[in-house]
């Protein structure tokens, strides 16, 4: 599969997989500035992409920009469709304490392809029942 990605900015990084078994391939940061506690930024990459048919980019956190400076990306997944063609940008927000600079050429998410199945959309009156029912948030408890 290929995936076609244009360079739209001089200082965009174009993304790539830092290991040979990696799912997401690096997102980099095309801006400088600073996310306060609490808040949110979008990022530009400087980059847009053409998807292959039928698949999706996902964009997600890095695992390490969370757990060392709780920045992570605000709509995850957030969903990049097939027909989109302008620049990636990725929202991150702040949830620690101290404000975060984001600098050019920073790894800020990772973006991952997807496949893409789309439902047939049925209206019923009715669903079947199942063991689980309507039971949701919390129904099986915390404890094993």
Known sequence: MKLKIMQLHESAVIP???HDTDAGMDLFSIDELEISPGESQ????GISIELPQKTEAQIRPRSGLALKHQITVLNTPGTI???YRGEIGVIL???GKTS???TKGMKIAQMIIAPVIRAE???VKMLSSSSRGDNGF????ISP
């Open 42 to 45: 979008l990022i530009h990459t």
């Open 138 to 141: 919390g129904s099986t408890g």
């Open 121 to 123: 959309i049925e209206e």
């Open 93 to 95: 927000i702040n949830h």
């Open 81 to 83: 469709d097939e027909g």
């Open 100 to 102: 975060f600079q984001v």
């Open 16 to 18: 790539k997989y830092a």
